[in-house]
């Protein structure tokens, strides 16, 4: 917790000063950082005798996106109890997110207005920051399966090498395939949601 | 965003191929490690470089910090309930 929250803090004030006045993106960089992770993700999974062996899969770790999309929604939605200039819908198409940000937020900015998208795209963005932040934490306080439910959509790329390191790589593929549910129905969610508002 | 699965897959049969030839990954743990916090230090530059995204934030900042905390928090309550129902040691 505490190093992941003083990299990510080294990093903003770095790209802050650093990075904004040239126009670098560094976005494809990620990319290629991340799938040399899922590389040596695959190679101990793959080599682990034990992990694809063992007959103790239980159907418990496979409900978690289920489980995850309806507390996401059911928390989306206290906010906008919470806060009244928030409408009910906004707060339900960014809690659908699970912190895919780039597609629900097109289609959101594409078919309502750009800042119902920016909000979108936002709260997602956060969400995908959160999971690596508090994966060490959630590990230690609670179990295994949570950062899986805090990642969404993410668990298939960019958090999935920390929930490795953390709940460990007999975990790796429920949250793999907790990740691919999620970006698939996610963006079918969400569409559906934008044409009944 | 395919060759991200990919890499996955090539290393998960790589990972079968060389099976039981190393006694020790304990390195490449390591390394993983160091990785991750360089991820998630690349992460905060390109958010923190990102003059759109830190214009949308001040003033929808405030509404997506709060929706990203409750949002995760219903996320991470509701399976945790969940998997305190059926099985006690996660």
């Given at each position: 917790?505490?190093?992941?929250?003083?990299?990510?803090?080294?990093?903003?004030?770095?790209?802050?000063?650093?990075?904004?006045?040239?126009?670098?993106?560094?976005?494809?960089?990620?990319?290629?950082?991340?799938?040399?992770?899922l590389f040596f993700v695959g190679f101990l999974v793959g080599n682990d005798?034990?992990?694809?062996?063992?007959?103790?899969?239980?159907?418990?770790?496979?409900?978690?996106?289920?489980?995850?999309?309806?507390?996401?929604?059911?928390?989306?939605?206290?906010?906008?109890a919470l806060i009244g200039s928030l409408p009910f819908s906004d707060a339900l198409l960014a809690s659908l997110g699970m912190g895919?940000?780039?597609?629900?937020?097109?289609?959101?900015?594409?078919?309502?207005?750009?800042?119902?998208?920016?909000?979108?795209?936002?709260?997602?963005?956060?969400?995908?920051?959160?999971?690596?932040?508090?994966?060490?934490?959630?590990?230690?306080?609670?179990?295994?399966?949570?950062?899986?439910?805090?990642?969404?959509?993410?668990?298939?790329?960019?958090?999935?090498?920390?929930?490795?390191?953390?709940?460990?790589?007999?975990?790796?593929?429920?949250?793999?395939?907790?990740?691919?549910?999620?970006?698939?129905?996610?963006?079918?969610?969400?569409?559906?949601?934008?044409?009944?508002? | 965003?395919?060759?991200?699965?990919?890499?996955?897959?090539?290393?998960?049969?790589?990972?079968?191929?060389?099976?039981?030839?190393?006694?020790?990954?304990?390195?490449?743990?390591?390394?993983?490690?160091?990785?991750?916090?360089?991820?998630?230090?690349?992460?905060?530059?390109?958010?923190?470089?990102?003059?759109?995204?830190?214009?949308?934030?001040?003033?929808?900042?405030?509404?997506?910090?709060?929706?990203?905390?409750?949002?995760?928090?219903?996320?991470?309550?509701?399976?945790?309930?969940?998997?305190?129902?059926?099985?006690?040691?996660?």
């Amino acid at each position: 917790m505490f190093k992941t929250g003083t990299a990510f803090l080294l990093g903003t004030f770095g790209g802050y000063l650093l990075l904004r006045n040239f126009s670098l993106d560094i976005s494809s960089a990620i990319s290629y950082l991340v799938a040399l992770l899922l590389f040596f993700v695959g190679f101990l999974v793959g080599n682990d005798s034990r992990i694809l062996g063992d007959s103790s899969w239980r159907v418990r770790d496979y409900l978690v996106p289920l489980f995850s999309l309806m507390g996401s929604v059911l928390g989306g939605l206290l906010v906008a109890a919470l806060i009244g200039s928030l409408p009910f819908s906004d707060a339900l198409l960014a809690s659908l997110g699970m912190g895919y940000y780039s597609v629900p937020s097109i289609i959101v900015t594409a078919r309502l207005s750009t800042s119902i998208g920016s909000l979108v795209l936002l709260t997602n963005i956060l969400r995908e920051v959160l999971v690596l932040l508090f994966t060490p934490l959630l590990v230690k306080k609670l179990n295994r399966l949570a950062p899986i439910a805090l990642g969404g959509t993410t668990t298939m790329d960019v958090s999935l090498p920390i929930i490795t390191e953390y709940s460990g790589k007999d975990y790796v593929v429920p949250a793999f395939i907790n990740g691919v549910v999620l970006t698939v129905i996610v963006p079918l969610l969400v569409s559906l949601t934008v044409s009944l508002i | 965003m395919l060759f991200i699965s990919l890499s996955l897959i090539i290393g998960f049969t790589l990972g079968l191929v060389f099976r039981g030839r190393f006694s020790n990954l304990e390195f490449l743990e390591k390394v993983m490690d160091l990785l991750v916090l360089l991820l998630i230090f690349s992460i905060g530059m390109n958010l923190g470089s990102n003059t759109v995204l830190l214009e949308n934030f001040s003033t929808l900042g405030f509404q997506s910090i709060l929706l990203a905390l409750f949002c995760s928090a219903g996320s991470v309550l509701l399976v945790f309930l969940f998997t305190l129902r059926r099985n006690k040691n996660v």
